[in-house]
């Protein structure tokens, strides 16, 4: 028999794929909640009979079942390995997704960050026992001052947000501190969510700056909103069309004439890392996200760490603990005392991301100063190379000069096909791409924002483009079906989430007993 | 370099095909003044065995836990063994280098196993429902607190002065330039705290942990009413969450959020971080929620999937409106917290929350032969206080200059409250060898 | 828009899916071959500078550029991910591939198989430094002979086949120390391949025993054939057809009375292990599987290890190097010398496979004697499980009776169907299962070999007959083209494996230069 | 149990379902005198954190080389750094816990990684086609002389002195029962051998080792053109192929087979294994070889897959008259093979190579100054002999007590050769630092 065209016989078997018995499509199975696996005798550890002792707990003792499923190993490796078979990643290909700086994320780092030296120690041992890792982070410090030339580092904040309110809070204390009580932070436009949303959580008001049709912060316009009360500016730099702010250091200049501080949003620092150093533009403050720039894994939405870099005039306020080189050692500052007594005070439980720092200096040394230069100049020269390559078939948001570390594409060239952004974006799903950040910026009508990073070969991007090309002819082509039906591949297609907006289900409950049922 | 594929053929084809000449082209944006000319002063790049040796040469210079003698030492994060499946699976670079499921379609694999964490916690907790996670537990107590003033349209909070300090200090951190007094009692270890007095009809919410930081269970009933009573919110704090395992949850006590640290499931000690905050609360409250939420729906084909949902709520669509401005959150922390809660389940949880109160109590009674030192606890878990004859701090250098890591002295979370000064927190988990609990009590009988 | 049916109007995706440019399919994502992708200047790795030094090489350095491929570490990490997506295995689902005893493989044995303790020292280390690890083959050397109850135990063999050759040199040597040349080894027809290949490569003839309408050793026959110059008989327990051999003591007495040895091959041991030793039936000697019933990884086709129990008449013949106790510790005898003169040698390089030493005893003391026992019971029982649900829709090779840890059918119910048994695989894969064993043993017409094992869940049992179950009735249904069209779903379908063997490419080979090609 | 998901419940329904009272019913063919009524006399079922003791505390009785203040054994085995991404990958569940590839539609990971594998060896080693591995490298020498025997269809097989002792010795096993003499010289480190002389036309295969065992580099085209001219096959053994790097490979000298152990790329120490045998010929010998061999082909689509191929040659298709009777071979290790070989590419072999032979030199030169000691070497890659004053072995002995691995004494691989009691083989990696040189010549000093 010849098997070759047989499947033409059963276009049933994609999608919905009824051609099996199981839903399973071959090495794409289907998987259960564990909940639903679960048997309550059943457990994935064993445990040793505990000493005999009469309970201290005070009559508190639980009397409700917990509800949890129980499962053997055997069940959770395959549940897991199963879910993160329905996954994409950077280890399974191009992860353009803009503003995230999805690069590679070594091996080496994940290793190293669990030697017991580093895994297995406990934030309250005494800091006679745990010289080492400040010495990890004293370093890490000296390495991110070099980088930006800034004076001073503060290392607790657990991600860029994080950072942000760290960032603000200093100046806040700052202008308290002078009896000058200001009232408002201008952000741009084009600014991440979490700009207005921190500047708001440290009791400011959030007045928004234009943008040029140059896609960068309208001067003029920010030179008219300056004045008295105006605490800070919060830019981000290269900004989230992918381009260099190049007026930045009229923008700093404005800011400080007026006594407002200049907060520099550096989460794209991927673009000028070993090139720039953002003390050179003025920048008095400004967060680093080292599960971008210094590669600590995303880990399907965190952990991070966003460190913040400051002026003199800012370290003063810095939140505790601080590290610090005293008589016998390095020392832990832990509470608003001495040096820190300006600090503006902790901000989460204990001591900075630790794991995250191990991997970022791995990621610093491995790199060194040459090699960080030289990730800067690759992720640019990726951008640029996705950009001239698609500018004929896609519409790039800002005329046709060079972008920084990201490409920033508009929904013109989509314009009266009936494919929407969205659309474009799954499609390019089923020809095994992440799509790109979409959108966002809010300043861009249908925004694609692509950050193909350093770590992306050119055979990768050539691929790519291949990909986005034949896409961008097809919808002119008059396909919109196609695209409004993709994704077809995945293992689910398009979700319906209003309906999950509408009527939230949260979390797995037991179900009704049947009689209870109608 | 090993980490970047561009060759330098690649890279003039590259420009070729932009059209510009050198590299510099692309960053004329820059200003010239602020260019670097040269590789800024750092060591050259290198490879993996010298990196390698660099950082090995620092963790060597630690006192890991599991190599010292013994260690006692807890406080707000707790040292248990975590099976060898969940750092194995954590790993898969499906998991591992993944970002945030904006696209659901080929993130059905972060999705769910948000949606099962989110049910695990509002499980252990006795909540309604919980979010996926934030970034340890002391920032799900600051954003309780946020919320709840939200919530109640109140400014004053009242916290417990059991509550672990460095908890307390972020809330102060978090709350510092909004309005409204934050009361507290001075802490002691001795005497039953008296909150009820302290809940007005200002109150917003009242603070309190269980097990407190002295290690004391309290029946949370009486606040709840007290609270409900002033319309006020009820915030318990777990800093163990293994103790939900034996203990009657907070959820069944009446709070009306459950904020706890959840590294003892499925996380390493790593001095500190990253954690993983669980934060649950009841369902009238979603919408008030801080962080992301996990959903479930169906899919084109009406098969049942999962979401991101109510994002309304966050910075990325609500801007300075947003309940929350936290974005990256501890996703694959809860993934190990999940894991391994797949493993434990209800049974595995009950037997080893069984086991640390069990070898807790044995140290506990172990440790009365040291002469002058008393357990203040009438009640604990799995940690309790032990006032010693003389400060606590050099007893505990001592011992660790012998490799015992004894527990964390009051003094260190209390500086200056000079009633504290001689007392130490003990923490015992599965981990403890009875072996290791002789040589604790054995070395306390010489320091003191 | 309704998404939801459109996918009815391209049924070219499946298959072929010429849907998608790139021919990818969401996240399953075709890859080239690292030849396909590398460029000479590039490498994965970053090494100093060597010391400058002037060669010793004797004029022999290479002249010739070895022609590698050179791919960053990013490039490899993907490309190995992606391949490893195109992989079934335990991990992901049920492999009830029959004789292979595919059970989960526990994590906690590979952590403790890279302590440096064992995986970092050296076999020609002084005996000294590694007592530790000569205990811990002494220690697993005591777990398999109490389990089999036999008193020596050679610890060298990397694998089964190894193992079987281990056993019939020592025989042979047996034979011989008693100046008598034995020149036949009497085989089953249900045996492994091994086996035979196994007695030849020792230089012996092969000669086959018929099985009974049981499925078991015909003992007449077998008798029959046994004389004077017979060496051995090698019998596998549980056999082949996954049965006990019920009179197994009987033909062990039969060879005994000849003067020729039983030889068991115990890659079946699972089915047995803490319940039947295999010295209380009468074994001289046989091999165990490490990476079947104690479960270190099969790894895509090795590597394994092969211990095998002998008797005391036997134990003089072991292969070196041995672990004995010395008068300070553990010794190493690595030579024919001393108690070891009459070792039949050397089986490989170096000591046996500590990596799977490490792992198998791990397994052991998880489970413990209590434990072991279960395995071999819910073995029985989630194969026995199989076999009931099976019966009156599949074709069972061997009556009514209990099977032991795999049950076998026939084609018998595929008759007339126009399904073979390969056919009726291959549909199986697209339900997201592996294939049983197919077409081995030999002794049974298109048999299907089942082997569950111990770690399966009863719901995973259930899933695997209702697929099972609704393939043998589509069957019956007479929907030949179906199957002979499967698989559909997978990242490749039938391959031509006569074309492979007609005219084979074993190696990838640079691309003809242009102008050679005509 | 923790591995075993079925609970009581299960069996009881399983049991019903199959139609019998107890799980002793399944086991009515074995004979009652041999069934075990009870457990046997084994420790019961442990927890993973006690498993983990126990086996931490024998790992902990061994001078592991890393944790060693220097270490310079080789002779067959070496200490490389492999790099982390190897071992992470090869965790990967898809390929550790995937079965020989026999349903390719679903193993082309596996198959399409051997076939990988099969190109990289041949290309190394400068031969026509590889195979899937063997065992190991003396394994595979051994199945070389069975296949030369085959092949030129005579019994006398020439090994050189200077070929690895245990590499001769399995060598002689697997020969054990085929008749045909082995012709072995007197090993001299200080002499050229003399193996023409030994090759006559009953001769089947002259196998000879490059680098030798004394760590000799020689030219094989002489020894080639004398097999040639008797109608006898060159067999090439490596022991250390990170030497391919820099030397002319075997292939290019002549040889029709060429047999490796491929441990030094991608694999660590093992105390011995598991390590992973290479096995390269020409393509006219390939239905002679032994072992699998992944092949290309097309699927039902038309599209570039991979199969095993050539089966009939293997034990389960022909039984008996099967080339070798090897099944299970070393698919993970070789898996870490490729992927290390993949990091590497033609640069990084070469610079690792170049690294390897300079710090070697580095350390000849250093031993300079070790009174009465004599390097015996005119030429080697990464592995020299040393003369020592007296007896080698009680100066390795001595200087293990102190935390330094010095080498392998030539007495350990030739016992009672008395010529050779003074040698010892010292291997010098890319790992060893210059510190640790300098401290293995001082001890050096100070032992003899
Ligand atoms: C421009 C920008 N600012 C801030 C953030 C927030 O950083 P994080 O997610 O680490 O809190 C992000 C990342 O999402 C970002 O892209
Ligand atoms: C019954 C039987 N005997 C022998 C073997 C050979 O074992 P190995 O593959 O470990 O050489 C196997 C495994 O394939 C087998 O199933």
Redesign the interface.
Known sequence: ????N????????????P????G????????Q???E????????????E????????????????????????????????????????????L?P?GS?T?K?????N?????????????????V??????L??ID?LAH?LR??TGMPAVAMTP?????G??CGL?TI?AAHEAKGDARKRVLVPESA???N????????YE?ESIPATPRGRVDLAALKAKLGPDVAAIMVTNPNTCG????E??EIAKAAHDHGSYFYCDGANFNA?V????PA??GVDVMHI?L?KTFST?????????GPVVLTAALAPYA??PWVVHGANGFELI??P?GPAQAS?????????????F?RA??Y????????????A??A???A??L???LRDVMSPAFGD??C?HEALFDDKFLEGTGVTTLDF??AL???????TTIY?PLVVHGAMLMEPT???????LD?FI??LR??AEKAKAGEA??F??A???????????T???RK?????RPPAPAQAAE | MRYLPLTSDDRRAMLGAIGVKSIEDLFVDVPTSARQAKPLDLPPHAGELEVERELAALAAKNLAAGQAKASFVGAGAYRHHVPAAVDHLIQRGEFLTAYTPYQPEISQGTLQMLFEFQSQVALVTGMEVANASMYDGATSAAEAVLMARRTVKREKVVISAAVHPHYRETIETFARYSDGEIAVNAPDPTQDENLEALIDDQTACLVVQNPDVFGRLRDLTPLARACQAKGALLIAVVTEVVSLGAITPPGEMGADIVVAEGQSIGNGLNFGGPYVGLFATREKYIRQMPGRLAGQTVDADGKRGFVLTLSTREQHIRREKATSNICTNAGLCALAFTIHMSLLGSEGLRQLARLNHAKAVQLAEKLAVVPGAKVLNQSFFNEFTLRLPKPAAPVVEKLAADGILAGVPASRLYPGVNALANDLLIAVTETATEAQMDALVAALKGAV
């Not at chain 1, 657990?158 to 994080?162: F, M, N, R, T, Y």
Request: one cysteine or more; glycine letters at 12%.
């Open positions: 028999m010849d098997a070759r047989t499947h033409k016989d059963s276009p049933a078997i994609i999608g919905a794929h051609g099996t018995a199981t399973n499509r071959a090495l794409m199975i289907e998987e909640l564990i909940f696996q679960g048997e309550p005798q059943r457990t994935g550890v064993d445990l040793p505990p000493p005999k002792v009469t309970d201290r707990l005070g009559g508190l003792a639980r009397k409700t079942d917990l509800g949890l499923p129980g499962l053997s190993e055997p069940q959770v490796i395959r549940h897991f390995t199963r879910l993160s078979q329905k996954n994409y990643s950077i280890d399974t290909g992860f997704l995230c999805m590679h994320n070594p091996r080496l994940e290793k190293l960050a669990r030697l017991p030296g580093f895994g297995d120690i406990h934030p309250l041992q005494p006679s026992t745990v010289q080492g890792a010495e990890l370093t390495w070099t980088l657990a991600a860029g947000a994080h942000e309110f809070l806040r991440h969510g979490t207005p949303a921190t500047a708001a959580a440290c009791g959030v381009l260099f702010e190049d930045v250091i000028i070993g090139k720039v150093r050179d533009l996200n599960h894994p995303h880990g399907g939405g965190g952990p991070g760490a939140p505790t832990e509470t005392e503006v005070g902790r901000l989460k439980a204990f001591n900075g991301q630790m794991g995250m191990v200096l791995a610093m040394l491995s790199h060194g100063g040459d090699g960080l230069r030289q990730v100049e690759d640019v020269l990726n640029n190379y950009l001239a390559r000069g060079p920084m974006a799954k799903i089923d020809e095994g791409f992440h799509p966002f350093e770590t992306e070969s050119k055979e990768s691929q291949q990909a034949s896409l079906a196609f409004q039906a994704p077809r591949l995945t293992p689910r297609r398009r979700l319906d989430e309906a999950a907006a939230p289900i949260l979390r797995w």
